[in-house]
C-alpha cells in the first residue's frame, strides 16, 4: 500500500535484519520515511487505522519478539541528513542539526573532520542519533564529553497526539544514566548538537586506539546488542556476571559472551526467546548468588505476552 506523499506501507516485514541481534518476528506493517513529513502522514495513518505505534532506530539495543510486533512500526534509518552551522563556526562553536536516523558513524565523521574532543566517546558506538539520545548513549571511561547529554542542545519531537512539532531545549530533559525523559509522547525528529571548536590534534591517533581497546574487548565478530545491563549503583554488571560463573552460559543459539560478560552473543541463529532466556537466566543467578538485581539497558519490543504477561515489555508510544 502507498500513502498520498509515496511512501510504501509494508505488510508483515521481517524485522530481525533491522536489529543488531539478527533476531524477531515481523512487523504487522512497517514505513520507513525519509522527512518529517513523510513521518508525520505514516502516524496520522496508523493512528487512523487504530494502530499501535512502535519505533525503531539503529535497531542496536532492542530485543524484538520472535512473534513480531504487531501494529503499525516506523524505522527511522532513512531519515538521515546533518546539517553544519557555518555561521557558528565564526564565533568558536560547531552547531549541527540531525535528523533522528542519522547514523552516529556520520556525526563521528563529522566530529573527526574538525578534529573535536566527541570523536572519542562517539567511536564505536552504533546505531542511530535520535536512538543515542533517548538512550543518552555513552562510555565508561571517565572523558569528556562520555555522554549524549553533554553535546545535545536541543531536541524536536513530533507529538503523536496532536501531531504538532515542538522543539525542547536539552537542559529542561531529565538525563540520568543510559535514559533521557521529558520528551514523551513523542517520537524524537531532530536533534541540535554544539561543542567548541577546540581543536585536538591528536583525536584521530586517540579514536584509533579506543577502536583496538574496543575490538580487544568486546565480541564485535559476532551479533549482540553491546552491553545487555546498566550497571546498577556501585558495581558493573559484567563483573557481577563474571563472578557467577556465568560466561559462557547459553541457552539455543545465545550465550553469555567468554570475552565480555554483559554481551549475550546470537552465535548460532538463536531467537529472540533465547536471548530472553540468557537473560532471565542471569538475572536469578546474580540475584541469588551476588543478591543484586540487574536491570536491562536493552529494550523489548513487540509482543512478549507468551513469557512477559504482566511486564510492560512491548514498548510503544
Ligand atoms: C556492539 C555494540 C556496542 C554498543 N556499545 C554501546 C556503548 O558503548 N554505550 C552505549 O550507550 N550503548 C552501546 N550500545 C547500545 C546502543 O548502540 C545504544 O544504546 C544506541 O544509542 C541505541 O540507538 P539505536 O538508534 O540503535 O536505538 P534503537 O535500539 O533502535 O532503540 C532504542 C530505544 O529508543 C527508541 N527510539 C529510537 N529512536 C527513537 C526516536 N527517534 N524517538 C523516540 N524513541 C526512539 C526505541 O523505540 C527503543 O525503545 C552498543 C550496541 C552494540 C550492538
Redesign the pocket.
Known amino acids: 500500500m502507498t500513502l498520498p506523499s509515496g511512501l510504501v506501507v509494508e505488510r508483515d516485514f521481517a524485522l530481525a535484519p533491522l536489529t543488531?541481534w539478527l533476531v524477531g518476528g515481523p512487523a504487522d506493517y512497517l514505513v520507513q520515511p525519509k522527512t518529517v513529513e513523510e513521518l508525520t502522514e505514516a502516524v496520522r495513518w496508523g493512528r487512523d487505522q487504530g494502530l499501535p505505534l512502535?519505533?525503531?532506530?539503529?535497531?542496536?539495543?532492542?530485543l524484538i519478539s520472535d512473534r513480531g510486533v504487531r501494529g503499525l512500526t516506523i524505522a527511522?534509518r532513512k531519515m538521515a541528513r546533518l546539517e553544519i552551522d557555518e555561521e557558528s563556526k565564526k564565533q568558536g562553536i560547531l552547531r549541527l542539526t540531525c535528523l533522528?536516523g542519522t547514523s552516529k558513524s556520520e556525526l563521528l565523521k563529522t566530529m573527526l573532520k574538525h578534529r573535536l574532543e566527541p570523536a572519542l566517546f562517539l567511536a564505536?558506538?552504533?546505531?542511530?542519533i535520535?536512538?543515542?539520545v533517548?538512550?543518552n548513549?555513552?562510555?565508561g571511561e571517565m572523558i569528556r564529553p562520555r555522554e549524549f547529554v553533554e553535546i545535545t542542545e536541543w531536541i524536536e519531537v513530533l507529538r503523536t497526539d496532536t501531531l504538532k512539532i515542538e522543539r525542547i531545549e536539552a537542559s529542561r530533559l531529565q538525563w540520568s544514566y543510559?535514559h533521557c525523559e521529558g520528551w514523551r509522547p513523542g517520537?524524537?525528529t531532530r536533534v541540535g548538537l554544539r561543542w567548541p571548536l577546540e581543536v585536538q590534534e591528536d583525536i584521530l591517533t586517540r579514536v584509533k586506539e579506543a577502536n583496538r581497546v574496543r575490538l580487544s574487548k568486546?565480541p564485535?565478530d559476532m551479533p549482540?546488542?553491546?552491553?545487555v545491563f546498566v550497571n546498577p549503583p556501585g558495581h558493573k554488571s559484567g563483573q557481577l556476571i563474571e563472578s557467577s560463573g556465568l560466561k559462557g552460559f547459553s541457552s539455543g543459539g545465545a550465550k553469555v559472551s567468554e570475552k565480555h560478560a554483559n554481551f549475550i552473543v546470537n552465535f548460532d541463529r538463536a531467537s529472540a526467546l533465547d536471548i530472553h532466556n540468557v537473560i532471565s537466566h542471569v538475572k536469578k543467578t546474580v540475584l541469588d548468588q551476588r543478591g543484586v538485581e540487574l536491570r536491562t539497558e536493552v529494550?523489548y519490543?513487540g509482543d512478549w505476552s507468551h513469557v512477559l504477561p504482566h511486564a510492560p515489555s512491548s514498548?510503544q508510544i
Open positions: 543488531s512502535t519505533l525503531l532506530g539503529g535497531g542496536t539495543n532492542v527511522l533522528a564505536g558506538l552504533p546505531g542511530d535520535g536512538g543515542g533517548v538512550m548513549a555513552g562510555v543510559r517520537i524524537v568486546q564485535l549482540s546488542c553491546g552491553s529494550v519490543l514498548k
